[in-house]
T-cell receptor, first 112, second 118 residues
Framework: EAQVTQNPRYLITVTGKKLTVTCSQN?????MSWYRQDPGLGLRQIYY???????DKGDVPEGYKVSRKEKRNFPLILESPSPNQTSLYFC???????????FGSGTQLSVL | KQEVTQIPAALSVPEGENLVLNCSFT??????LQWFRQDPGKGLTSLLL?????REQTSGRLNASLDKSSGRSTLYIAASQPGDSATYLC?????????????????FGRGTQLTVWP
């Protein structure tokens, strides 16, 4: 089944403890991206990757890192999480940057 | 900063009604526009994608139109059903101001929460 898989689904952590949210797609998509969704603010793009060679910042990249070492995986790394990073995170992919987006089921992160 | 606005924020209708959801954007230099559906606790599902050169796209009971000159898109849902209850979001992909800048960035509206009651 074609899908975007995020893990974990829920995560509770404490301030400053490094964490990684994984994202994997099995559709051979070139484009992958990360978003956060907050009440009243909607979805905002954190980082995107055009392909394994090109990764760039979105609207809200501060406090996040990403890695695209292989086409199928695009992990989101929070080196030192803070409470303002408590949010619902989504990974998405598409064949190219301008095509239909496929989303993962989301990761609800709480930073205490 | 690009702005995408969706009106209304919430809509509650009886089953069977035809409805229109609105999306407006501030800059007409768009590449494409997508409409998504989001169910509670789940990810987004792409419903329709309209290229900037297109006027509309249809899928079943859904029809999306695009008017770049006025900065508007509408999602028309015919004969609404309780199963259509969800939040509907539009997202605009903008053309870069110059090659290599802001390529691939999407801007989302905050969504319209739709409830269709039996």
């Amino acid at each position: 089944e074609a899908q975007v898989t995020q893990n974990p689904r829920y995560l509770i952590t404490v301030t400053g403890k490094k964490l990684t949210v994984t994202c994997s797609q099995n559709m051979n998509h070139e484009y992958m991206s990360w978003y956060r969704q907050d009440p009243g603010l909607g979805l905002r793009q954190i980082y995107y990757s055009m392909n394994v060679e090109v990764t760039d910042k979105g609207d809200v990249p501060e406090g996040y890192k990403v890695s695209r070492k292989e086409k199928r995986n695009f992990p989101l790394i929070l080196e030192s999480p803070s409470p303002n990073q408590t949010s619902l995170y989504f990974c998405a992919s598409s064949l190219t940057w301008a095509e239909k987006l496929f989303f993962g089921s989301g990761t609800q992160l709480s930073v205490l | 900063k690009q702005e995408v606005t969706q009106i209304p924020a919430a809509l509650s209708v009886p089953e069977g009604e035809n409805l229109v959801l609105n999306c407006s954007f501030t800059d007409s230099a768009i590449y494409n526009l997508q409409w998504f559906r989001q169910d509670p606790g789940k990810g987004l599902t792409s419903l329709l994608l309209i290229q900037s050169s297109q006027r509309e796209q249809t899928s079943g009971r859904l029809n999306a139109s695009l008017d770049k000159s006025s900065g508007r898109s509408t999602l028309y849902i015919a004969a609404s059903q309780p199963g259509d209850s969800a939040t509907y979001l539009c997202a605009v992909l903008y053309r870069p101001a110059d090659r290599g800048s802001t390529l691939g960035r999407l801007y989302f509206g905050r969504g319209t929460q739709l409830t269709v009651w039996p």
